[in-house]
């Protein structure tokens, strides 16, 4: 058990693309032990790999509210591979520590993963969740985009970071409208409705 170092917003780790993993190795379970003990020691309630300087795919999420027992899930490989709607909430990351914008995710959506046995499985999230957004902000990290790129506030967001003494916002690495548009077609057919 180790609380491991976590790499803050400007570190180029976080803009790199993960790799696959394939055998899951003693390395990758006591990896995956390590980022549940440090997401918790952190009050997160999700930590990707690449946070802690390792470019793979694996990401640990736990939304139990505090009078629950803990319920870690660890994601390996993960696929979003259906998602419904749009919903807007403030979120935060553990490389930004207390800036909060606001950012538009997919309210539901399905993703399949291996977990910590190799074993496939498969979640459902529900509608505007806490694990639907957070599964969607961790899956995000695993292809080098943050929280803040899908900020729609830019003032917002550039003084959030100021704020927090965190690195200038990285304008040419925020998506786009057409990008954003493209994420959420689903979204602009509820609109429509
Ligand atoms: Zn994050």
Known sequence: MAI????????????????????ISKKIKILAENMIDTMYANNGVGLAAPQVGENIRLFVVDVSLENEKYNPIVFINPKIISHEGASHEKEGCLSF?????????YAYIKVKALNLSG???II???????????????????DGILF???????????????????????????????????LLVEDKTTENE
């Open 4 to 23: 491991l170092k976590i790499f803050k917003y400007g570190s180029e780790i976080l803009r790199q693309k993960s790799k696959e993993v394939g055998k």
């Open 119 to 121: 074993k496939p499985f």
């Open 97 to 105: 520590p207390n800036a909060f914008v606001d950012v538009r995710r």
């Open 148 to 182: 803040i790129d899908h900020a729609r506030n830019i003032f917002e967001t550039i003084k959030a970071l100021e704020d927090n003494g965190l690195a200038p916002l990285e304008k040419d690495k925020m998506l786009d409208e057409e990008e954003i548009e493209n």
């Open 124 to 142: 459902e999230a529900k509608d505007g969740s806490l694990l639907s957004r957070a599964i969607q902000h961790e899956n995000d990290h695993l």
